[in-house]
């Protein structure tokens, strides 16, 4: 069975009739630019063949059901019963369990952002099944995606008539607010915008948004989920972001993003070594970022591997946010010849990417499982991505 079909098979046990509609998000993998978007900064990613369905009726009750082929149980409240439970820190509601607040966070989000157009809508009680091969907690970002099929399908069916970039806040709010997870705009944009064969050159601070071709003819992007789940809501996620917040604080600035390369001098006298490390890895991941664009356009794919190699090593050695599943799978790929390998995603755990040959995808895959093994490491979950289309419609 397709993931749509299973989508729909859900709901029809659900409430016993064929949904409305069926709505569609990838996750993304980010090829380079990790922890800027939320210093207002540059990302590249692309969207995933992975996809998470969302299967939506309307009811006439005026009340929001979601069920997910991940939870055992449904959840249901009433629409008017949303501000009540969000945000989740001033919610004084009953407790929503965590993976339901994505899909009904977004139901909040999308109405909070309705309501300030003052455009008429047609907002009634949904049910919403949901099914995704997207891997949870792989860094391939599930939560972007089921927040993308959500904010898609409630668009379109309550006629709301925001736009991309619009779906792609609500869902950050909902992910920020009714979940509690401190994360930047780059999932859910990438989620929204994907185009196939191409990355999206995103502006964290102005959400002006680019498809750069990647022609990846020859080559392959080969994924490798270490299966060492992180958690994005606690610890270092936030940790990081706060260090940021302070080193553009001292630095006199809004945000990292307005730290050049060339400030970085200044910025070594005026903070603890620590402090420092965390910016310098935004101020040169933003970098990276321009560079691997104008490498892509001028060269091409095969010439931003080491880009991709030294974008890791500052994620390892500066932000301090690899671990040694991670360190593991990147020198294993090189070792074998891929031309450019790096974590992907917020760290922590996760995935890991390389840039390979197409003719070398088995031997690097090889060599990465070998090299887990040596070092008594769970065995990885290796797979390929092509960049894919981002939310639509699909039935
Ligand atoms: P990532 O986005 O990297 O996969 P996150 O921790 O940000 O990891 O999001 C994963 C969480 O999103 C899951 O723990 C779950 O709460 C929710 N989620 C993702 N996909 C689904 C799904 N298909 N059904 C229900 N909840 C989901
Ligand atoms: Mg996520």
Known sequence: MTTLDAATALFRELTGRTPDGVWSAPGRVNLIGEHTDYNDGFVLPFATPHRTYAAVGIRDDGRIRVASTFADEPVEFALDELPRLFPTAAGDGPAVPEWAAYPLGVAWALQ???????????????????????????????SAAIEGATASALNDLWRTGLDRPALASIGRRAENEAVGAPTGIMDQMASMLGESDAALFLDCRTLDAHAVPL???????????????????TGGYRERRASCEKGAA?????????VSVDDLPRARELMDDVAFRRVRHIV???QRVLDTVRTLRVSG????G??????????????????????????????????????TGGGFGGAAIALVEEGDVQAVSDAVTAAFAASGFAAPHLFTVTPSAGAHHDA
Not at 217 to 228: A, F, N, Q
Not at 250 to 258: C, E, H, K, N, Q
Not at 306 to 323: G, K, P, Q, T
Request: overall charge negative; hydrophobic content about 50%.
């Open 306 to 343: 080491d880009l991709l190699v030294a974008s890791h090593a500052s994620m390892r050695d500066d932000f301090e946010i690899s671990i040694p599943e991670l360190d593991t799978a990147v020198g294993a790929a090189l070792d074998a010849g891929a031309l450019g390998a790096r974590m």
């Open 284 to 286: 040169t991941e933003n």
């Open 112 to 142: 909070l952002a309705h309501a300030a157009t003052g455009e008429p809508a047609d907002i009634r009680g949904v049910d919403i099944a949901i099914s995704s091969d997207v891997p949870v907690g792989a860094g391939l970002s599930s």
């Open 215 to 233: 022609g990846m003819t020859g080559l392959s992007l080969l994924v490798i989920d270490t299966r060492v789940s992180h958690a994005h809501s």
């Open 301 to 304: 794919a095969r010439a931003i």
């Open 250 to 258: 001292i630095m006199g600035v809004p945000a990292l993003r307005d």
